[in-house]
Every structure is written in C-alpha cells, then in structure tokens.
C-alpha cells in the first residue's frame, strides 16, 4: 500500500529556496511515477513537476522551468522538489503523487496516491 509523506514546506522570502521531500511507505517505490502539484488559496489544483520511475525523465510546467528541480532516490523511496528563486506566486499548499507506471505523467487525474500537503509560503 502507498502511503506519501511530504516535508520541507514553510515561510522563506521572495528569492528564498526551500526543498520538499515525500517519502513513500511501499515496497515498489522505483515502479511508480512520481509527481508534485500545488493548489492555492480559491484555485485548482496544478501541475508542478513529474519525474519517471527510473528518474531519467522530468517535466515541468513552464512557470518553474530554470527555478525548480524534481528528483528521487529510490533507493530510500523519496522523491524531491528543490525550490530555488521562490516568488510570491509560489505560495501554496505542495502535494505529492504517484502512480504505478513508469513513464511521466502530469495531470491530477492520471495519479491514484496522493500526500496530506505541505504549505510553502513565500513573502515579498
């Protein structure tokens, strides 16, 4: 059974950086796509990064290309989102997915595992 476990949220100010970790309770970890979303106050919730089973693929929404960077170890079954030149913009409650495939995937209704959340809050 996949059980996620996200990290590393909290308040850091505009050009801050923060790193998010999810950790996976399963025994399959490596066979999953992994993804990370966000949702903000009065919005949907929306695609951040995907990375592949083996982590040899990555994807990004195009508002975080060059600031974010999604990765995993499998071996301790977690996967990361490091956070660099956080905006105000990027406040938001950070969700974990995963699903049992090993190619990329990005949208909300492809992941059947999701996290409790974490907050990150970035002041200006």
């Known amino acids: 059974q996949v059980q996620l476990v996200e990290s590393g949220g909290g308040l850091v100010q505009a050009g801050g950086s923060l790193r998010l970790s999810c950790v996976d309770s399963?025994?399959?970890?490596?066979?999953?796509?992994m993804g990370w979303f966000r949702q903000a106050p009065g919005k949907e919730r929306e695609f951040v990064a995907a990375i592949s089973g083996s982590g040899g693929m990555t994807y990004y929404t195009d508002s975080v290309k060059g600031r974010f960077t999604i990765s995993r170890d499998n071996a301790k079954n977690t996967v990361y989102l490091q956070m660099n030149s956080l905006k105000p913009e990027d406040t938001a409650v950070y969700y974990c997915?995963?699903?049992?495939?090993?190619?990329?995937?990005?949208?909300?209704?492809?992941?059947?595992?999701w996290g409790q959340g974490t907050q990150v809050t970035v002041s200006s």
């Open positions: 399963g025994q399959t970890f490596s066979t999953y796509a």
């Open positions: 997915a995963a699903d049992p495939r090993l190619n990329i995937i990005v949208a909300v209704n492809q992941f059947g595992y």
